[in-house]
């Protein structure tokens, strides 16, 4: 090779090297270690710092946003106790707790057979609204349920999204539903509502949308262009204005976890709105420092809720309600697939958080089995 002149040498150098790179091309493409997709890279973390996970609350807890089955025999409804127990929840408010004869099974079977540990929503049925006098049966029925035990309302996501009349689509905001609104407000139980679902559901699923690996996973999640998220948030914030008498709890943060400017603006306008946070912990974990202020000013006005019952997922909450950690994962890589923090919550507004502000705006609950 020494005897060959200086450019022929130096072709047959940079034709190895372009074969040895080659091979190694090949090689990376077919070793699924240096090739992979955004859903096979979960690396762990080599930093090192000081790590309080939670498997119980500091305090007792109300969730505000459960969904449990009203048919459960006894066996399932005792072992719901026995997973609250372990974890410290005092009260489960199930929010699928339907109607008339559904709703007194549940009372039968949760709120009945374990006294102080279960309260119930009602729901309302939106079929045959275009029929006469769908408006009065609704208020009455709602009124019945109430008399059967019923501690609030829940509003799922269909009104507004799904639930239609002659005319089409039926705003959260449509006036024949005002009377049941005003109805919760004279009878003293909250409303909880849950509008729309989180914004980029309505953005392109592309790489620059942060929920994309969710609506990969989920692809009905993804919305049509109309109504848009704004249009039925509005409609909901309409609904507030005109029943300031009625306490209304905006299901998920109403959606504004991710932007608390705004939510603080909303709370500040409607003084008869309170949020809970089920399923978008992953939003406050991720900004402790904002998150936390938020809380700490807002404490009257946020209620625990996580939403799913899944026993093991709670102690995401704690940890980033109570402590000062640092870097741990969420629970589910679709929804964050970042990591979290600790907000490390004060006492005294944990207390609201968890059961404080749930027993001033739902009746019936036994303070005794409370911290003061």
């Not at 459960?66 to 929840?89: F, I, Q, T």
């Not at 049941?180 to 980029?200: M, Q, R």
């Not at 093991?312 to 964050?336: C, G, I, K, P, S």
Request: overall charge negative.
């Amino acid at each position: 090779m020494s005897h060959l002149p200086r450019r022929i040498a130096l072709g047959l150098t940079i034709a190895a090297m372009s074969a040895a790179s080659g091979a190694v091309a090949q090689e990376r493409e077919g070793d699924p270690n240096l090739i992979m997709d955004f859903e096979s890279y979960k690396p762990i973390s080599t930093l090192v710092v000081p790590a309080h996970p939670k498997t119980r609350a500091k305090f007792p807890f109300i969730d505000i946003h459960a969904h449990l089955r009203n048919n459960a025999d006894e066996a399932l409804a005792g072992s719901y106790v026995a997973d609250m127990d372990a974890m410290n929840m005092r009260v489960a408010v199930n929010l699928s707790g339907r109607s008339g004869d559904g709703l007194v099974e549940g009372m039968n079977n949760l709120a009945r057979s374990h006294p102080g540990r279960f309260v119930l929503f009602a729901n309302v049925d939106f079929d045959g609204m275009d029929d006469p006098g769908w408006t009065e049966r609704a208020v009455a029925q709602f009124e019945e349920d109430v008399a059967n035990g019923a501690s609030g309302l829940k509003i799922f996501k269909s009104l507004g999204m799904y639930v239609t009349d002659a005319n089409g689509r039926v705003s959260t905001n449509d006036p024949r539903i005002d009377p049941i609104w005003a109805k919760a407000g004279e009878l003293g139980v909250p409303v909880l509502i849950h509008t729309a679902d989180p914004e980029p559901f309505w953005s392109p699923r592309d790489s620059l949308n942060e929920r994309w690996l969710e609506l990969k996973q989920r692809p009905r999640r993804m919305r049509p262009a109309e109504p848009s998220f704004e249009t039925l948030m509005e409609e909901q914030f309409d609904v507030f204005r005109k029943h300031p008498g009625t306490n209304f709890v905006s299901a998920h943060m109403a959606w504004m976890a991710n932007d608390l400017g705004q939510l603080r603006e909303l709370l500040d306008e409607h003084p008869n709105m309170y949020v809970e946070m089920g399923a978008v912990l992953a939003e406050i974990g991720r900004q402790p420092v904002t998150a936390r202020q938020f809380l700490i000013d807002y404490q009257d006005r946020v209620l625990f809720g996580k939403d799913s019952w899944a026993p093991a997922e709670y102690h995401v909450y704690f940890r980033v309600l109570e402590t000062a950690d640092e870097y741990f994962d969420y629970y589910r890589a679709r929804h964050a697939h970042w990591k979290l923090y600790g907000v490390a919550l004060p006492d005294d507004v944990l207390k609201k958080i968890y059961f404080g502000n749930a027993l001033r705006i739902v009746p019936g609950l036994d303070a005794s089995a409370f911290p003061e």
